[in-house]
């Protein structure tokens, strides 16, 4: 389907003018227990890092955070939400598509790095041809979308995306009363955040200023990852003195405890952060008509969580407030994936979710039945390749391991930076680890893993050959290959071949046609051949904002028209430059 359909955008104003004229009556038609006070209500999405359960709404309550305690208190907590892999990128691929990023080549971590160890070219994911990132999708329907400021989405952003994608993006930069998608993200409980020298990243400080297009922050001339605040000078937000608690496939010494400690002083900072954004929502007076969502990409950041299919790197907290404070102080323990994102903002503003969609709303007029599954992938991450499958019903997990004869533990030199890493590599070498500690570092592993998470938590009993458990197994081994089947995703393809087919088995990366514009009574048509292709047009040059294009625009006499066109997963199109003349 082509953006440029007149009857599209006849409908979608049509369908625009219908929902701007409900009667307040039917504004406040109570759906799923919510009152919809509003048809268009603004969404906020705060994103953390690598965060598992850490925190007190969620039982942790080993370091104070106030503003997410409040938020809990003011609404509903989900313990249930798992990422789709967990790692990054490919989970924030679900988050924008609602589709699986085994599905769409978007599982392998990146696409874009690791290119001399891979052999293979920088690629991006393909998704169908009819799909649209979310926030574009929010776009056609009115919202202002900001995005402050990360993507690693496994593909480039078409420049229709986003109203604006910066590290000064923010609501307060829309058209008055235009609602808003608002996504800001924080990176301080990041892995990173554990390496030496340790200290908060000075990029980080714009959200204290949030807003402010005026403010700057320390370069000293190097990346943001590395550009951190001196150990000296960074906040102290618990003692460190502090004795922790450590998961038991870790070490508890002085070195894990120091980590540990680093973990729970980057929270207190991010929730800092958090209210501060929370701070600039209510001084707008914008609280009580925007639904808010917290929570993490992934699980944790320490060794064993992050990248790992166990629940320490898939489960992550989220909260989500609504307004009015409806539900607060509730819990729902519905099983949430990050594919379920999509629909649910849809649904949230009364749209119906696009067929294409893996996932499934869990609020609004459009939310579905609860999920019996979740599902989860994990393929290469940096150099180091593996292939895992994994589906988990509220209790049991089953894992299916397409390269059994390969260790559990990938030697990824990013993740042993982290000290507690080294720390657990030298205590291997020297055959100091304990049973537990020494799970991850086995040979080989089995084909097929069962745990019962609730009561084996850190998954370290795998029940896939005890009896008593083969029916479980059944149900779980039959559900994943529904899963494989309907999401078209096949394991056992090499990345080389994956590429291959991502290309149309071309050897360069596929390229969107130039769009093309013709003028009638000063309105410009634009096409494009590319299928799928989302088009973008604006007449400032210098604005860094495209407009969606869904229907014929007005254009001046002798006004420059600029339009680009970009398929996900493709190069983007040259921009085209047309001057509306007789």
Same mark, same amino acid.
């Given at each position: 389907m082509k953006l440029c359909s007149i009857q599209f955008g006849i409908l979608s104003t049509l369908c625009f003018f219908f929902f701007a004229c409900q009667t307040s009556k039917e504004n406040r038609v109570k759906k799923n227990g919510i009152v919809n006070t509003i048809n268009k209500p603004n969404i906020l999405w705060l994103v953390t890092e690598d965060m598992g359960a850490y925190i007190p709404p969620f039982g942790d309550n080993t370091v104070k955070t106030p503003n997410l305690t409040r938020l809990a208190k003011e609404g509903v907590i989900y313990p249930n939400l798992y990422s789709t892999s967990g790692v990054c990128a490919p989970s #924030?691929?679900?988050?924008?598509?609602?589709?699986?990023?085994?599905?769409? %080549?978007?599982?392998?971590?990146? +696409?874009?790095?690791?290119?001399?160890a891979t052999g293979l070219p920088k690629y991006e994911a393909v998704p169908p041809a009819q799909v649209k990132m979310i926030s574009e999708l929010m776009r056609v329907n009115g919202y202002y979308c900001t995005n402050n400021y990360k993507t690693d989405y496994q593909f480039k952003a078409p420049v229709t995306a986003w109203d604006e994608s910066s590290k000064y993006a923010h609501w307060r930069n829309r058209d008055k009363n235009q609602p808003f998608f608002a996504v800001f993200n924080f990176t301080e409980t990041h892995e990173s955040g554990l390496f030496e020298p340790y200290g908060f990243r000075q990029v980080e400080t714009r959200h204290y200023h949030a807003g402010d297009r005026t403010y700057e922050w320390k370069k000293n001339g190097l990346p943001d990852s590395k550009n #951190?605040?001196? &150990?000296?000078?960074?906040?102290?937000?618990?003692?460190? @003195?502090?004795?922790? @608690? =450590?998961?038991?496939?870790?070490?508890d010494n002085d070195i894990t405890q120091r980590d540990m400690w680093k973990l729970y002083n980057n929270i207190a900072e991010m929730d800092k952060q958090v209210g501060a954004i929370l701070k600039q929502l209510e001084d707008d007076g914008l609280l009580e008509n925007t639904i808010i969502f917290f929570y993490g990409d992934h699980g944790g950041p320490l060794p064993r969580e992050k990248r790992l299919i166990y629940d320490s790197g898939l489960n992550t907290p989220m909260i989500v407030r609504f307004p009015n404070k409806a539900k607060a102080g509730t819990k729902d323990d519905k099983l949430v994936s990050f594919v379920d994102f999509a629909p649910t903002l849809l649904s949230l503003i009364n749209q119906q979710p696009k067929t294409y969609m893996q996932g499934q709303a869990f609020l609004g007029n459009y939310k579905k039945e609860d999920r019996k599954y979740i599902h989860a992938a994990a393929d290469r991450f940096d150099a180091e390749r593996d292939v895992i499958r994994a589906v988990r019903d509220p209790q049991f997990k089953y894992i299916r391991n397409y390269m059994p004869q390969k260790g559990y533990y990938l030697p990824i030199t990013y993740r042993e930076k982290i000290p507690a890493m080294q720390e657990l590599l030298r205590l291997r070498d020297a055959g100091n680890l304990n049973d537990i500690q020494m799970q991850w570092f086995r040979g080989e592993k089995p084909k097929e893993e069962l745990f019962d998470c609730k009561n084996d938590p850190y998954e370290l009993n795998n029940l896939a050959n005890?009896?008593?458990?083969?029916?479980?197994?059944?149900?779980? #081994?039959?559900?994943?290959?529904?899963?494989?089947?309907? $999401?078209?995703? @096949?394991?056992?393809?090499? &990345?080389?071949?994956?590429?291959?087919?991502?290309?149309?088995?071309?050897?360069?990366?596929?390229?969107?046609?130039?769009?093309? =514009?013709?003028? =009638?009574?000063?309105?410009? =048509? $634009? +096409?494009?051949? +590319? &299928? %799928?292709?989302?088009?973008?047009?604006?007449?400032?040059?210098?604005?860094? #904002?495209?407009?969606?294009?869904?229907?014929? $625009?007005?254009?001046?006499?002798n006004d420059v028209l600029l339009v680009k066109s970009h398929r996900i997963g493709y190069l983007s199109s040259i921009t085209v430059k047309v001057k509306n003349q007789k």
């Open positions: #924030r691929a679900a988050i924008a598509t609602g589709m699986y990023p085994s599905s769409i %080549g978007a599982n392998h971590m990146r +696409t874009t790095s690791n290119t001399e #951190r605040i001196p &150990e000296s000078e960074n906040p102290v937000h618990i003692p460190k @003195d502090t004795k922790f @608690d =450590v998961p038991p496939y870790l070490v005890n009896p008593e458990y083969k029916d479980k197994l059944i149900e779980l #081994r039959k559900e994943m290959d529904t899963w494989l089947l309907n $999401i078209k995703d @096949d394991p056992t393809l090499p &990345e080389d071949k994956l590429v291959e087919k991502l290309w149309k088995h071309q050897k360069t990366k596929p390229k969107t046609k130039a769009p093309k =514009v013709a003028f =009638v009574s000063n309105k410009a =048509v $634009i +096409t494009c051949e +590319t &299928e %799928g292709a989302s088009i973008g047009y604006k007449t400032d040059a210098k604005s860094k #904002r495209w407009s969606v294009y869904t229907k014929p $625009i007005h254009v001046n006499e």
